[in-house]
């Protein structure tokens, strides 16, 4: 298997437009989850899905972020409008069933929001 | 207070050195992971443990639940292992937790030769 998928790898916007990262999460996995790192904050969950339904979006700064996972292999994070504080590393990770398993993180998309 | 602690935040060693990080949570877990992002960024995990001691090569995890606390040990430590260390807990009980991750700020190792 190739891993957890992420793409782009790097995203460099103006503040006011829409950012679009992509996650492939590793087949099988019924987990997905998307992180985000600052220096300040260190690594924070913003939402996780379990089997593609939203399970805790507590950590989703505000409304203008969302997430999507329309199907088993594919997730959307979606900013709109984008911000300079929404620069950011941004980590998908998945699982198997059952929050007993280690999780398994993508390479990281670092978005720069001037 | 951080629900996550981890001490030391920055850690300088020589090869060879046997290395201690910890950390110290304050709240219900159903397991506890270790997990090292690389100078490059990307992130992988090196442990998940709910009760006793784990060893895997040179590292070894322990934890204690009863004092809430859990410590990754290094053996023969090698410049390759500096890295940064992540504590984080799966919070709530055993039977019935949830799947999101709490974490520390990390650990800095940096092995010199």
């Known amino acids: 298997d190739a891993g957890v998928i992420q793409s782009p790898r790097h995203e460099v916007t103006e503040m006011g437009q829409e950012v679009t990262l992509r996650c492939k999460p590793i087949?099988?996995?019924?987990?997905l989850f998307w992180y985000r790192q600052t220096m300040m904050r260190g690594l924070e969950l913003l939402i996780y899905?379990?089997?593609?339904?939203?399970?805790?979006d507590s950590g989703m700064p505000e409304d203008r972020f969302s997430a999507k996972m329309p199907n088993a292999s594919f997730s959307t994070l979606k900013i709109q409008p984008s911000e300079p504080r929404d620069s950011a590393v941004y980590f998908c990770?998945?699982?198997?069933?059952?929050?007993?398993?280690?999780?398994?993180f993508g390479p990281g998309t670092r978005l720069t929001v001037l | 207070k951080n629900e996550v602690e981890q001490s030391p935040q920055n850690l300088t060693a020589q090869e060879g050195e046997f290395i201690t990080i910890n950390c110290s949570y304050s709240?219900?877990?159903?397991?506890l992971h270790w997990l090292q992002q690389h100078p490059g960024g990307g992130i992988v995990s090196l442990f998940m443990?709910?009760?006793g001691k784990k060893k895997h090569g040179r590292l070894i995890a322990t934890i204690n639940i009863q004092e809430k606390h859990s410590s990754l040990h290094i053996t023969a430590s090698h410049p390759r292992d500096s890295a940064v260390y992540i504590c984080?807990?799966?919070?709530?009980?055993?039977?019935?937790?949830?799947?999101?991750?709490?974490f520390g700020k990390g650990t800095k190792l940096s092995v010199k030769p």
């Open positions: 990770a998945s699982s198997r069933s059952s929050y007993r398993h280690e999780q398994f």
């Open positions: 087949s099988g996995h019924d987990y």
């Open positions: 899905f379990n089997n593609n339904v939203p399970i805790d």
């Open positions: 709240v219900g877990i159903s397991a």
């Open positions: 443990l709910s009760s």
């Open positions: 984080a807990v799966n919070p709530g009980n055993y039977g019935g937790s949830q799947g999101n991750l709490i």
